[in-house]
């Protein structure tokens, strides 16, 4: 009985024994924390701050590039593109929500300076930058129209369907059915008719599905 008690009471002393030993183990992994969490804290303000930095810069540049821009001439505005997107050179390569709106912006003027290859690749950028970003399927929708005005129909369709697919899109609709209208240029009127009708039941009240039910009649007729 002796014995087991000795025992027994030996087991809270051991419990001391064993934390007094590893004292400095405990110690350590808390500093380690602590040290990890203020480390985190200070990237996390680091990133917010440059992110602050980064978009305020972009503002500046999309205010010049559009102030007054109504009575500007061709080759002012022209000017004033070339301006921004040199700017925009350095930012466009950033990650985040910076390299996401710097590369919309960039995607917007190389579109209207009719620059569709160098326009498709800033929009490809900005969907592949803000992949969960609300602004990721309409980077697809304005990449899949450069590559329409470039006539590369396959790229077309790929970025139209993407758009398409995208969750809570609402343009889902319309690029259905460009995706639909892009397969019927190329020759595919049977994929055409399937993604058509795919518009009109998904969306039967939709303008687009309305113009998909009018291809859906002609295509048939002429099958």
């Known amino acids: 009985m002796e014995g087991k008690k000795f025992e027994k009471a030996s087991i809270g002393e051991k419990l001391s024994v064993f934390l007094d030993s590893r004292k400095v183990i405990f110690s350590s992994v808390l500093i380690i924390a602590i040290v990890a969490l203020i480390a985190y ?4 303000a680091v990133v917010v701050k440059s992110n602050e930095k980064g978009l305020a810069t972009i503002d500046g540049i999309t205010y ?28 466009v390569k950033k990650g985040g929500v910076v390299g996401v709106r710097a590369n919309v912006l960039a995607g917007e003027i190389t579109y209207s300076q009719k620059k569709y290859s160098d326009a498709a690749k800033y929009w490809v950028a900005a969907a592949a930058k803000g992949k969960k970003s ?42 259905e059915f460009n995706f639909a209208r892009v397969k019927e240029a190329a020759g595919d009127v049977d994929g055409a008719l399937e993604v058509y009708n ?19 009649i002609v295509l048939e007729a002429n099958k």
């Open 198 to 216: 795919s518009v009109v039941a998904k969306y039967p009240n939709d303008t687009w599905a309305a113009l998909a039910k009018s291809r859906i």
């Open 64 to 91: 010049q590039l559009t102030k007054d821009s109504v009575n500007l001439s061709a080759e002012e505005l022209d000017a004033r593109r070339a301006t921004a997107m040199d700017s925009l050179s350095k930012l």
């Open 134 to 175: 609300y602004t990721a399927p309409l980077a697809y929708f304005n990449a899949a129209t450069c590559y329409e005005e470039l006539g590369e129909l396959d790229k077309a369709m790929s970025y139209y369907e993407k758009a398409a697919k995208a969750k809570d899109f609402g343009m889902a609709s319309h690029a």
């Open 41 to 44: 804290a200070v990237s996390a």
